[in-house]
């Protein structure tokens, strides 16, 4: 039994791996019992069982093993990581559980298995029942079916995927075992019930018995779709809503779900492909063109046999078609014709989409042969037909429809139409977009006129169903000019029809006219159809307009629009309308005569003719009144028009009357309804007096009214046609120049450039140089919306005029054009508008292509020239391509019939003669060009095999290949490729040269893509193959083009897609997945697509209606630049590619040149970032190390893979330091073009250049200097900042290398060190650089602690890491180095301290042997530098430094709104300089530098030198920021609600709109203060305003100053919007300063520029004038009381003194001014008792010494007021009580105390308040002490004492000792311990106090410090200056005499002895007396401007003071000494924290 005992102690996971049986059913009853008790399903309990489940289900005992799957199934369902466990268990199930004969164990088995299915691992389960049902035991096939039907009967044939259960279906009616055989006839009956007549075709061959009783069963079945009963997690909200649907009672959606669930499963998708290509009979192809028809009908008959094979394996059936395309076309024999298309059907039928390429050569046949009458031909013709259809599209096959629809022959036409509407049945409004329903409709508009009634039907029928389809909006503009019947005739049509999408489509239809079909009809409508994302996409655009509907469709896939095209539809719509309201008959003279004269005064019509001019001027003016007060309904324009053209008409001589004329025609045009008649009559006058002097302007005028009436196409048209039909060139010039002016207003939409051509020709060819200008400047204006290829229609001009016309291009580049402003309201409302814009880029684009003059070549295409491309002699092939050559090379643009052309070229793809296949890739790429984007159509059929030459062993012909297809993918776009298998066909192909190649092009263009076709994912296992291929350069390949494929599939399809792999490849691909998913891109943004379009579209990227976030709008073309950048980053530019073609040795191969094209650093979006985040997290090495081991440079090695060019990366891991070499060379040569990819991949390189520093060859090291110095040199240009991460992992190694032997090196990294400080702040290159002192090298230390010195001289103290003192202590030690050149460094970076800082630096480097001191005192005296005021250099370090912190994550570089922000500081910079000016004393402006020299804030770099490098080119920008254009409304609307999207870049956003809040615009400012204060008042945004504070307040108080002196002067602005302004800033400033984080960011300058700005507001009467003015001024005082209470006080107190000098200084400021400033001044003296512990006292009473020193105490009493001087008497008073003598402590930051008064004032105070205070202090002493009395007798108080003293002199028990005396001090905070200090030596006293401190600051501090600053407390202690006494009192002891200032010292300490005697409790007195006499002069309240509201809110606080200190009277009482200390330490310890935050 002690064997049973033994497991009882054993844990639960032990128990159930024990090998007794009750060990494990104990174990699995707790192990249930826990799994049942753990809530969290990611606990990690969980994981302890992951290697335990499989045995709870495979238990050997039988009862055991119930147990352990009741276990299971418990983990199973709540455990988070029980998918890993899929495989193991559910093999486990299959093989022990199934086969056990009790049925429980066998339920618990399928439950384990479903469960795992709910979890999301069906596939995985599905895998393993499969396996089993080829097991031996019947039980267990049975248990496996039964498992996999239950799974379908509850999760749906969406979760099982029924292909491979219906595979192996057949084989199990087969079985011997009737168990087996029932219950596959189960399963068949449950798959019947999901996917229907789909089962019966792989079931027809199974037993005739079985399959009928399975009819039986079938029958029974209920008709309604099956819903699934079990949901995967993911979906259970799915079930919870199918549950609240159903206790509704309706069934509302279930029409929408077997909409999405019956067409899931296709017939064809379960059928076995058959492969019958090669079972054609031997002899078909002789067969088939023999003489006699029965040989022929054999033919064909084989193959009707093997065409009947429902699904066709794919292949080459290019052959086959050929030859069923000639019998249908040319065979005489009808019943064979008949055969041939049941051939043709049978194929499109079984091959589908692979059928789609064979499509454009059979449709023309077969739509002619339509000529047959014979009812059989024809029905075997339309099936055909029918089905060929469905393999394309009808984009594809629509030009060879059109062309058929002119033929003569009735039939034809009549079937054409027929099948064109069988053909929109297929289609959905989206895949029936505009451009393909425009040339349908105007042929079929041909049709409803045709004589023959069956053509007409047919036509109506076809016209519909088109209206079915797309609905009324999109069809009615072409149907604008057909008659009432038969516009009725075709609705009646159209009712008629049935849609193959469901009749709800129709439904939708129909509804729309009466209102917007919701989504989801929409939706509804397309069910089934692959297209649905894209029906219901563009919804909420045209949702905005009431009577957009359904039919709206989207816009072609990868254009930037989104309402789509029903918008436009309705434009159209409209327009035409309007036109057809507007067409008029020419009216008789005598008609127009009557006309007038009912609406024109009769004389105006009798003086018309006059022949005196006056009176025809007379009469023009009656004319225009009249014209100007006549309605537009009742004008009758062409009436009017024709009196004005009556005699002299035109031909007027008189220029005024001419002028007048050509006004009213202007004016007519514009209020009457204008019609094209009216139009012409006038037009040929205006040409005429375009070109005259005076009355050209006129002319226009009238003639852009016109355009805008009759639409600016027709008008153009006629005006150009006429200005070329007459001779006067001046005419020609003009209307030139008009029309370039007119289509920059109206756009470019409908213009029909092939017109204006032939005109421009003409005017280029003219004598007159103005013509041939006008016309240049006109192509200009065209190229901006036409493009590049408008330069095609020149190219055969004189050179010269080519090379004008080239310049005018030239100056057009990269510009967008401008939004259209005419011609828009006239004929649609704004939403019309929106989607007018949104189409138009679709047609733009095409239009472009279309206006090429195309030319039918497909006539010279001869069989004779075909038969020579295929001929067996090479050469006569060769004779037969240069042919093709020369046949395209003439036609330059060529219409895409191109005959029988593509099958010859696809058979010399593979020809064996290697030249020919690069010329016919020289062919195709002229092709490409010639045809344009029709050339899509060929892509099946042709661009493939290209694609299969890319697999060709040479090199070159590689080349040419890639060349090809990427000129045709050029024309074509993606889509066409990616779409149907063949793609991931030849991927499929094992040749590593085409799976390299392809993968490459694959990375390349995908990236650049916005969406792909589903059918990529059928790329994805042929991918993963790829990734184990035995050639590495496939596997590189591959990797490379991984993350590309999931930005487009996303990581769960990838994941899924490796179910099918074998188990050690999935993990291995799994692992690399994971990793491409951290590097995967982002999809590329839709604005920078339609910028990097070449055609430019015709609308320009800043008005597609995109949500674009707000910096984007400013400025389309400063954003989208980096955009479009990387997009096109894989075709780098060829510039850059001979530069490296020259670095290649000869011996290297073609290939090595090839591969070479291209960036050699590629971006990859976030990889930098992604790189730190995986460093942080430890998922990859630190970079750190004292020597490289491999596993770094492997680490670095695979982290380039993806971001540096393959070759580049061989050759920089090379093991040849030549190499190196050459890798440098390139990355030399590429800095300045790839400056990107150079950033981008910053940390990689310079990681990869530690590496370098450790080889031993000098020249790589001097070459990597070398590039060093350039790359610093570009990144200080780029105003790049390293990353804390690349700091880290670069400067240590660089900083060895400053210790090597040879000068020139370390000269090289001297001089990178310094240009480091450009990109990477000094203060933080400090400590590593301090890092290097400590090396063994002693060349090393020298040079680092010269490079300290440098860094100090040229950015000051602040450099100094972690404290100035810590630091110089450091460099000191090296004093006594025994290197004399490091003694020499060491020397001389403190004497530049010593010049920079003054006597101070001895007290900093603390104590010195007396040969260290003397030598360093003997360094001071020889260099004999007085100390300097600090160099300007030090204000550079700052801005770097802040701005490296706000910088924001993702932007690193500087994008436009940084841009901004940079505006704003040289306004800034400007605006200080004026106030300075303006100030008047020289010295106060020297001050204003001085004072801030310590705390400068980023914002007042104002002295010039700063950035001196480039002052002008921000310059002059500066006025841009006032330009409210910049800003369209909306779109900064449109931020607001997306502030929580744009974290992403919310710096620059921010930047952006603080930059507007100093806009001159005063809706702009008020737009941008209102987005502020939504994040101001919003807690958890608030903080995105950090770091823009200042920049914020700038902004504001310059907006301030702009409405003071410019709104407030300006008469014309209402007053209202003034106050509505300044309201809006006031309460901005309010919300931010009651955030008191965000209040404390603010600078002193910045601070006192605000308080300047509040003031003068304050003190403004022109505000006091206005209604609300009071109000203002009511709301200021209260902004100023919470701008004094919340900002930081030192900061705040600071500014204020600042302040009153400066206004004490200026002559010309009000004495007013100053008293506010001194009023704000008391009131933060008030506070002090609270702040005082936060304020930088150093700094306060520096800026106090500065004041003295500007204003002595005898010119402060000059002046009028005794204010002043009783202010800083009060401000110091008030500071010596409360700090006590310890004040004199806090002048450490002033340089000369002699200076000012201010030491002498201080010592007399302290003085006076000791005389004072000193006799209260006794007695509360003696109270204390008497207490003390009470509690112990004084005897026992000395022994305990003289015990601790005796603990601390003893060296180990030191520390205890100093704790004991600690306690008992706290304890008895008054005892005396001074007795026991007296006799000990100077050395000790100090010892003891600074160790009671230390403790004081471990116990009392750690609760008050945030450890977030990363010092401890012991080091806090030792940074803080003020225990000055040891270094003074050691100086000493030294013995040696010294000078007064170490007796100041002594003094000093002395003093402060006395304070801890005599007033201890000095604090207290003075908080009492100040509240019984506030410390604030009586005056205050007399003149007290700031208002009631701050008197209460003073009151207040004063009364909160009152009871504050109240209760710390009573607190205090008892520990009054450890009160007093404490406060001290805090007060070290707000210092501490002063200095840090101003570090940082």
């Not at 024990?18 to 309990?45: M, N, T, V």
């Not at 090296?1374 to 020397?1387: E, M, Q, S, T, Y």
């Not at 007399?1804 to 007798?1833: F, L, N, V």
Request: proline share 5%.
């Amino acid at each position: 039994m002690g064997d049973d005992s033994e497991w009882l102690k054993l844990p639960v996971d032990q128990k159930c791996e024990h090998k007794l049986w009750k060990a494990r059913l104990s174990g699995y009853e707790e192990a249930l019992k826990i799994f049942q008790k753990i809530k969290d399903e990611k606990s990690p309990e969980w994981s302890k069982y992951l290697g335990l489940i499989k045995k709870f289900v495979t238990d050997s005992n039988a009862v055991v093993q119930l147990k352990g799957l009741e276990a299971a199934l418990v983990y199973v369902e709540n455990a988070h990581v029980a998918g890993k466990t899929t495989g193991e268990v559910v093999s486990g199930v299959v093989s022990k559980v199934f086969n056990q004969p009790k049925a429980k164990a066998k339920e618990l088995g399928i439950e384990i298995c479903l469960m795992y299915i709910e979890i999301e691992k069906g596939e995985a389960v599905q895998e393993e029942l499969l396996k089993g049902l080829d097991n031996k035991n019947p039980k267990i096939i049975v248990a496996c079916v039964e498992t996999l039907r239950k799974a379908l009967s509850e999760f749906g044939s969406k979760i099982i995927l029924l292909k491979p259960i219906i595979k192996v279906l057949p084989k199990l009616f087969e079985s011997r075992d009737k168990a087996v055989r029932d219950e596959a006839k189960l399963i068949a009956i449950e798959i019947y019930r999901w996917i229907r007549d789909a089962l019966r075709h792989p079931l027809q061959n199974i037993n005739s018995v079985q399959l009928k009783e399975l009819e039986e069963e079938w029958v029974k079945l209920p008709t309604g779709a099956p819903k699934p009963s079990r949901f995967l997690r993911s979906q259970q909200e799915l079930e919870a809503k199918l549950e609240q649907q159903q206790s509704a009672g309706g069934d509302a959606e279930g029409g929408g779900d077997d909409g999405d669930e019956v067409p899931q499963i296709d017939a064809y998708e379960l059928l076995e492909a058959v492969e019958i290509l090669s079972k054609l009979p031997k002899d078909f192809y002789d067969k088939i063109e023999a003489k006699k028809w029965q040989e022929r009908k054999e033919a064909l008959e084989a193959v009707e046999m093997l065409v009947k094979n429902p699904k066709l394996e794919a292949g080459d059936y290019a052959d086959l078609v050929k030859a069923l395309k000639k019998v249908v076309g040319k065979d005489t024999n009808v019943m064979l014709v008949a055969l041939a298309a049941k051939c043709l059907t049978g194929l499109a039928v079984g091959l589908r989409k692979k059928f789609g390429q064979y499509a454009g050569h059979v449709v023309p046949t077969i739509l002619e042969k339509f000529k047959e009458k014979k009812p059989q031909v024809v029905q075997a013709l339309q099936e055909a037909i029918d089905a060929i259809f469905l393999t394309t599209t009808l984009q594809n096959i629509s030009e060879d429809v059109l062309a058929v629809m002119d033929n003569k022959n009735p039939t034809i036409k009549q079937q054409t139409s027929l099948f064109i509407a069988r053909s929109f049945r297929h289609c959905t409004a989206s895949t029936l977009p505009k451009s393909l329903l425009k040339p349908f409709c105007a042929a079929l508009l041909k049709h409803i006129n045709d004589s023959a009634p069956e053509v007409r039907d047919a036509a109506f029928e076809a016209l519909g169903t088109a209206l079915k389809v797309v609905g009324e909006k999109a069809v009615n503009p072409f149907l604008a000019d057909v008659d009432k019947l038969k516009l009725d005739k075709i609705k009646e049509c159209s009712e008629k029809v049935e849609l193959v999408h469901g009749k709800k489509a129709g439904l939708a239809a129909e509804k729309k006219e009466s209102k917007p079909v919701p989504g989801r009809a929409a939706a509804l409508g397309a069910a089934g159809d692959k297209d649905t994302k894209d029906v219901s996409a563009p919804k909420p655009g045209p949702l905005k307009k009431a009577p957009t509907t359904k039919s709206g469709g989207p816009p072609k896939k990868g254009k930037t629009t989104a309402p789509g095209g029903s918008a436009s539809a309705g434009t159209k719509n409209k327009k035409g309308l309007e036109t057809k309201e507007i067409v008029e008959p020419e009216l008789s003279i005598e008609v127009c005569e009557e006309k007038a004269s009912a609406v024109l005064p009769p004389t105006c019509i009798q003086l018309l003719d006059s022949s005196n001019w006056k009176e025809r001027l007379a009469c023009m003016e009656e004319f225009q009144k009249a014209v100007e007060l006549m309605e537009r309904t009742e004008m009758p324009c062409q009436a009017l028009v024709r009196m004005l053209a009556k005699k002299p008409g035109w031909k007027e001589t008189n220029f005024q009357v001419m002028q007048m004329k050509l006004h009213i025609v202007a004016l007519i045009a514009q209020k009457g309804n204008f019609s094209k008649t009216s139009a012409q009559i006038v037009l040929d006058g205006l040409v005429d007096k375009i070109g005259d002097v005076k009355c050209g302007n006129n002319a226009k005028e009238a003639m852009t009214a016109i355009a805008e009436a009759c639409m600016l196409p027709w008008t153009a048209e006629q005006v150009m046609s006429m200005a070329f039909s007459q001779k006067n060139p001046k005419n020609q010039s003009e209307t030139l120049n008009w029309l370039s002016n007119a289509i920059k207003e109206f756009g470019f939409s409908g213009l029909n450039v092939k017109a204006f051509i032939s005109n421009v020709k003409t005017a280029l060819a003219a004598t007159n140089p103005a013509v041939r200008t006008s016309a240049i400047t006109l192509l200009g204006v065209m190229y901006l919306y036409v493009g590049p290829s408008l330069r095609m229609f020149f190219e055969d001009e004189k050179p010269a005029l080519l090379s004008q016309i080239d310049a005018e291009f030239e100056k057009m580049q990269g510009q967008s054009p401008p939004a259209p402003t005419r011609g828009i309201s006239k004929h649609s409302t704004i939403g019309t508008d929106e989607g007018e814009e949104g189409d138009e880029p679709d047609d733009g684009n095409n239009d472009v292509v279309d206006l090429l003059p195309r030319i039918e070549i497909s006539d010279k295409i001869t069989s004779e020239l075909v038969s020579k491309i295929g001929d067996k002699n090479w050469k006569i092939r060769k004779e037969g391509l240069d042919e093709v050559a020369g046949i395209i090379n003439e036609a330059k643009f060529i219409q895409p019939n191109i005959g029988e052309l593509p099958t010859a070229l696809k058979g010399r793809l593979n020809d064996s003669n290697k030249i020919l296949v690069q010329q016919t890739l020289n062919i195709l790429q002229q092709l490409a060009v010639a045809m344009g984007p029709n050339i899509k159509q060929h892509v099946k059929n042709l661009g493939i095999p290209i694609i299969t030459v890319l697999g060709d062993s040479k090199n070159n012909v590689r080349a040419a290949a890639l060349a090809t297809v990427n000129a045709w993918a050029e024309q074509t776009g993606m889509k066409e490729w990616l779409e149907g298998e063949d793609l991931s066909e030849e991927l499929k192909k094992e040749n590593p040269f085409l799976r390299q190649e392809l993968l490459g092009w694959l990375a390349e263009k995908l990236p650049t893509l916005r969406s792909t076709p589903t059918d990529l994912i059928l790329c994805v296992p042929h991918l993963y193959s790829c990734l184990e291929d035995r050639n590495g350069d496939v596997r590189k390949k591959a990797q490379d083009a991984l993350p590309f494929f999931m930005m487009h599939l996303g990581y769960e399809k990838m994941a899924k897609a490796t179910g099918k792999l074998k188990p050690t490849s999935k993990d291995q691909v799994l692992a690399m997945l994971e990793k491409a998913k951290a590097n995967m891109p982002s999809k590329p943004a839709a604005p920078a697509k339609a910028m990097s379009k070449p055609m430019g579209g015709s609308v320009p990227a800043k008005y597609q209606p995109t949500p674009v976030p707000v910096e984007d709008s400013v400025s389309s073309n400063i954003e989208a630049k980096p955009d479009l950048k990387k997009t096109k980053a894989p075709g780098v530019s060829s510039k850059a590619k001979s530069a490296q073609g020259k670095k290649v040795p000869s011996k290297t191969t073609l290939k090595e040149d090839e591969d070479k094209s291209g960036p050699v650093f590629i971006v990859v979006p976030n990889g930098k970032e992604q790189r730190m985040k995986d460093e942080k997290g430890l998922k990859v090495l630190k970079w750190n190390f004292t020597t490289p081991r491999d596993e770094y440079i492997e680490q670095l090695k695979t982290q380039m893979s993806s971001c540096v060019a393959k070759w580049l990366q061989d050759e920089m891991f090379h093991s040849d330091f030549q190499h190196h070499n050459k890798a440098l060379a390139v990355m030399v040569d590429h800095l300045e073009s790839e400056k990107e990819g150079v950033i981008g991949c910053l940390d990689l390189i310079l990681k990869w250049l530690t590496l370098r520093f450790f080889d031993t060859n000098t020249s790589v090291l001097m070459k990597a200097l070398e590039y060093l110095k350039l790359l610093f040199t570009l990144l200080s240009e780029e105003e790049y900042h390293l990353t804390e991460n690349e700091a880290s992992s670069f400067i240590p190694y660089l900083i060895l290398k400053v210790g090597e032997p040879k000068d020139v090196i370390r000269k090289d990294v001297r001089a990178i060190l310094n240009r480091m400080c450009l990109v990477h702040p000094a203060s933080k290159m400090f400590p590593f650089i301090m890092e290097g002192t400590k090396s063994k090298n002693s060349k090393q230390r020298a040079e680092c602690l010269e490079e300290l010195g440098c860094l100090v001289e040229s950015y000051g103290m602040n450099v100094c890491q972690p404290t100035p003192g810590k630091a110089l202590k450091e460099i000191a030690i090296h004093i006594g180095d025994r290197d004399n050149a490091v003694r020499n460094a060491a020397l001389n970076t403190i004497v530049t301290v010593y010049n920079v800082h003054g006597d101070q630096v001895f007290k900093l480097i603390g104590n010195l042997s007396e040969k260290d001191m003397s030598m360093l005192e003997e360094r001071i005296r020889r260099s004999a530098k007085r100390p300097s005021t600090a160099p300007v250099k030090q204000a550079e370090e700052k801005p770097q430094r802040t701005q490296n912190i706000n910088s924001n994550a993702n932007m690193l570089r500087k994008g436009p709104a940084e841009d901004m922000s940079s505006k704003l500081k040289i306004m800034y910079r400007t605006y200080r300089i004026q106030a300075r000016s303006m100030s008047g004393h020289p010295e106060a402006a020297q001050m204003v530098r001085r004072e801030f020299q310590l705390d400068l804030d980023e914002i007042e770099n104002d002295n010039g030198t700063v950035r001196c490098e480039m002052p002008e080119l921000v310059q002059h920008k500066l006025d841009d920021i006032f330009e409210p254009v910049l800003i369209p409304e909306p779109k900064i609307r449109a931020v607001s609600p997306h502030f929580d999207d744009m974290h992403s870049n919310t710096a620059s956003t921010i930047n952006f709109i603080i930059s507007q809040v100093a806009s001159g615009d005063i809706n702009t400012s008020i737009q941008a203060l209102t987005q502020i204060d939504e994040v101001l008042r919003q807690e958890d945004k608030a903080e995105a305003m950090s770091g823009h504070i200042d920049q914020f307040l700038i902004a504001t108080f310059m907006q301030l100053r702009l409405i003071y002196s410019t709104h407030m002067a300006d008469e014309k602005l209402d007053k209202d919007e003034i106050i509505k302004l300044y309201s809006c800033i006031i309460g901005n400033m309010i919300s931010l300063f009651q955030i008191e984080s965000l209040a404390r960011e603010a600078s002193t300058g910045v601070l006192k520029d605000l308080m300047h700005g509040l003031i003068t507001l304050m003190l403004d009467s022109r505000i006091e004038d206005l209604e609300e003015g009071q109000q203002v001024i009511r709301s200021v005082n209260l902004l100023v009381v919470k701008v004094l209470e919340k900002s930081d006080q030192t900061n705040i107190l600071s500014a204020l003194l600042v302040l009153l000098q400066d206004s004490l200084l200026a002559t010309a400021s009000s004495p007013k001014f100053s008293e506010l400033v001194m009023k704000c001044l008391w009131r933060m003296v008030r506070l002090l008792p609270d702040t005082i512990n936060s304020i930088n006292l150093d700094r306060i009473l520096l800026d106090i010494h500065i004041f003295m020193k500007v204003f002595p105490k005898e010119k402060l009493k000059q002046c009028k007021s005794e204010f002043p001087i009783r202010t800083l008497k009060t401000l110091l008073h008030t500071l010596c009580k409360l700090k006590g003598p310890k004040i004199l402590d806090h002048l450490t930051m002033i340089d000369n105390k002699n200076e000012s008064e201010l030491e002498a004032h201080l010592c007399r105070m302290m003085k006076h308040s000791m005389e004072q205070t000193g006799s209260k202090c006794e007695k509360e002493t003696e109270k204390g002490a008497s207490r003390i009395d009470e509690k112990s007798s004084k005897a026992k108080v000395n022994d305990f004492l003289a015990e601790i003293f005796k603990k601390i002199g003893s060296k180990e028990n030191t520390k205890e000792g100093l704790a004991e005396l600690y306690e008992y001090k706290k304890k008895y905070s008054d005892a005396d311990i001074e007795p026991f200090l007296k006799n000990s030596s100077q050395f000790f006293q100090s010892y003891v106090e600074r160790g009671l401190r230390v403790i004081e600051m471990e116990r009392e501090g750690k609760g008050r410090i945030p450890t977030s600053t990363g010092i401890s407390p012991q080091m806090e202690v030792t940074c803080v200056p003020t225990p000055t006494s040891t270094v003074s009192s050691l100086g000493n002891t030294n013995g040696e005499e010294v000078g007064p200032s170490v007796y100041l010292e002594r003094l000093k300490i002395l003093r402060q002895r006395c304070g801890l005697d005599n007033t201890k409790q000095e604090d207290r007195p003075p908080l009492t007396s100040l509240l019984s006499k506030p410390a604030i002069p009586p005056v205050a309240s007399s003149t007290d401007m700031l208002h009631s509201k701050l008197s209460q809110l003073r009151e207040s606080r004063e009364q909160h003071q009152h009871s504050d200190l109240d209760s710390n009277q009573t607190h205090s009482a008892g520990t009054m000494t450890s009160s007093s200390s404490t406060a001290n330490i805090d007060d070290l310890k707000k210092r501490l924290e002063r200095i840090k935050s101003s570090r940082k």
